[in-house]
């Protein structure tokens, strides 16, 4: 559900291509056959593989991609402080998430 209404608010914002994935899985296959994409929304709790462990991944295949992480645990800031990733806290309100990827990407 969550991921749907954030797909549907991007577009609505005008983000031109959004892709969604279950997993972190099929989120690594979309960016393997998709070279134009240029921000990685991640949850850090995903089944299969977690969100840090998407991130490194994306960012050894595109090391210019941005990537934005989503948590519900404030314990989970570790891994991104580690990272320098920077870590979007639900709940959030998600008509500021069209602000946050135009300001990530300029």
Known sequence: MRLTVMAETLCDAGVSQVSEAENGETALAILRDNPYIDILISDVRMPGINGYQVAER?????????????????????????????????????????????????
């Open 58 to 106: 994306a960012v050894a295949l595109r090391p210019a991609m941005k990537v934005l992480m989503m948590t519900g645990y404030a314990h989970e800031t570790a891994p991104a402080k580690q990272t320098n990733l920077p870590v979007l806290y639900k709940p959030f309100d998600f008509d500021r998430l069209p602000a946050i990827v135009e300001e990530m990407l300029k």
